[in-house]
């Protein structure tokens, strides 16, 4: 099932499908390594509920939920 | 000489690898029209010296952020003999991702793997050899911080920088192969340097080529329309990455075997549940703050002296002995760190004063050049001086919380309160250090990526009452609170605090409305895993921001001071005189009138100068302002009440409210105008160091308008009360517009967007 990263909760894992959005965010997603088929595990969200903490290829990556709304997911059933 | 060019990732001890290979031989500047660190230094244990240039840390050669442009024209117009690329061994796969677009560059590549001990130690294994054949570069294995295998690797970079080599890209065997031979014979064929590279770039979509090579452009439109039932639509941005992404996957990351899988949690994890956590996070944040403070301008360590009560002021019967002691210990408590330091430089710029001054008078020298030394050159200089310990130690305190990786997360747990008016929330610590002093926090907005919100936050930082100004608050409200009983002296301060602070969420949010237009940076950043911070480092960090203060200091702000010495103790015939009859004074008699909207200006008549005399004292140091007030109030015949301490300024207040008749309207619109206007020299020649070139007259602008403004309204307001209304509607009218204007703006976008899909 196809899901926004921005939904996923925390203790979620799931695959990148598809990266959506505007071109600098795009680029730098890219860049930080949110590619097609990179694996994804929400750690957390922030206290104030807004940037969220993801482990991806091995290191810890923040951003907002407006971010993570560009990137699709395929959940990963545990 | 030959020139090594030092490239990698944020974070993955560039820094550190740096400090080992050029120790003092390091210098430290500006990228030509960026404020981007320019660091370079020289290694000497080679058979010649070598330049090595240390290039900012980058995630990718894209070209978005000034630091990626920086390093990418770097590498490719100055084209140095060798790229020493830095790769974190525990985070293989993202930073090899930068190797792979490196490798397209003609230029010869050695890679320092770095950090191996670290990966020794998880269990894991990784075999050098297998990267070597994979990349086709040498690969040596380095710990930066132990400086093991350093000399190795920069005998290696010095062979290699011998031999050509020419671009690489693990592109090859994908399907954008085809295309990207294309384009590369077209360039060469124009005798275009790094065809590879550009190559890429422009199938890419890199904003920076596609101006550049127009003809090739369309090459590649061409080529785009063969992919457009591709999964990636002919995307061919998303194509590049995600076939760097893969091939390092497929290739380079099986030289590593994992002991344990990625789900256990390390010491590092460990630390990031308690220090981010929902609830405890913040809280800890507040708490780490508030000590870091404590810490750096407490003078009751830890309160002690609060909760006992023990400290009393010892006397030994000789003042300098007794001077030296109260640096440490005091009637007020146990001197804390900070205190301490700034103390001691207080005591020893004091003995050298004295020393000084009494060698002048023992040598009879004139007056006014024992005026001009004394309280020309001397204050300036052991006022600048006096800043620098503690600055250093609040740096010091700050650098470890950035070393050890605590900062980004105090980023991530405040980004969301600072969007709301239009910062990300890197922009707190800046603003909170400038509580402190503004010198250090103007310097540490060198950690925002955006120079808009950089603009934005030095703006605003000396709204954050520092600690000079905190005396000029506490005399003014002390003097009112002694006139008009009714009034909480500790209430009335606490509130232009918060004056303070709102003025500067609200002025952010309306540059962003107005001058600083913008979306609010993204907010996609790698938060790195906790780590004891080095002391090495911490030491080079604070040389290199000290540096351009203390040169600043050096020149200007002692210049300044002398200037203002000179107006203030001398008539238009070069006589000696009192500050009631020197040219600073009739200077202020001469613009005084520009005050009355502030209340401090015609309504006190023939006494009108004196607060405009006080606050261009204030420049040099905000704590000059209740200094003048008491050399001024004595002069314009009114005696400080007796019941006044000689330092709290409160006395000194109250007498001026008498000779001048200012009112508590007018009292209050000279603080809040000393509040937000250009803070003291020290401040503003930092300030302008951080400030790329030609925003800085706005700055100055911002400031003085800002300050007249609102101490003007403020003035209205507290003197007629009615007059709130018509400011509040004003206001309100205001707010309606920009909120009509962005809801008209996203109406706008929206139909805009509409219209470009229908034609595509």
Redesign the interface.
Known sequence: MEKRLSEFIPGEKGTVV??EGEG??????????V????EI?LR????????L?I?I????????KT?AACVVMEEKNA | MLKFALAGNPNSGKTTLFNTLTGSTAHVGNWPGVTVDKRDGLYKKLEEPVSIVDLPGIYSLSPYTPEEVVSRNFILDEKPDCVINIVDATNLERNLYLTTQIMEIDVPIVLALNMMDVVKKRGDKLDAKKLEAETGLPVIEISALKTEGVQELMERAYAAAKEKREGKTVLQKSALAHVIDDVKIALKAQEVDNPLFHAIKLIEGDELEVKMHPSETRMVEEFKKQFADDVFAGDFEAMVADARYKYICAHFARAVTRSQSADTLSKSDKADKVLTHRIWGIPIFLVILFGLFHLTFGEDLLYLNSIFGFAKDIDTGNEVLNAFIAVFYSSAGISTPGVLVFNLMGFVTDQIGSLIATGLTNVHAAAWAQGLVNDGIWAGLSGVLSFIPQIMVLFLFISILEDSGYMARVAFILDRACRKFGLSGRAIIPMIMGFGCSVPAAINTRTLADEKERILTTRVIPFFTCGAKTPILAAVCGAIAARYTNINVDLLVFALYIFGMAMAVLMVAFMRQTTMRGEVPPFIMELPAYHAPQAHNLMAHLWDKLKHYIQKAFTIIVASAIIIWFLSNFSWNWKMVGIEDSILHDIGSFVYWICTPMGFGLQLSAFGWVFVVAAVTGLIAKENVIATFYVLAPAIGMLIPEWDDGESGIGAVVALMQATGITWQGLLGFTIFNMLTLPCLAAVTTVKAETPKGKFRYTIIFWALTSYITSSLVYVMLTWWWTAFIVAAVIALVVAYFILRNKGKINLSFRKKRRSVKTE
């Open positions: 598809r990266v600098k965010i795009r680029r730098r997603l890219f860049d930080m390594g590619t097609p088929s990179a595990l957390k969200r922030a206290p104030l509920g807004d940037p903490e482990y290829r091995g290191y810890e990556l923040t951003l907002r971010e």
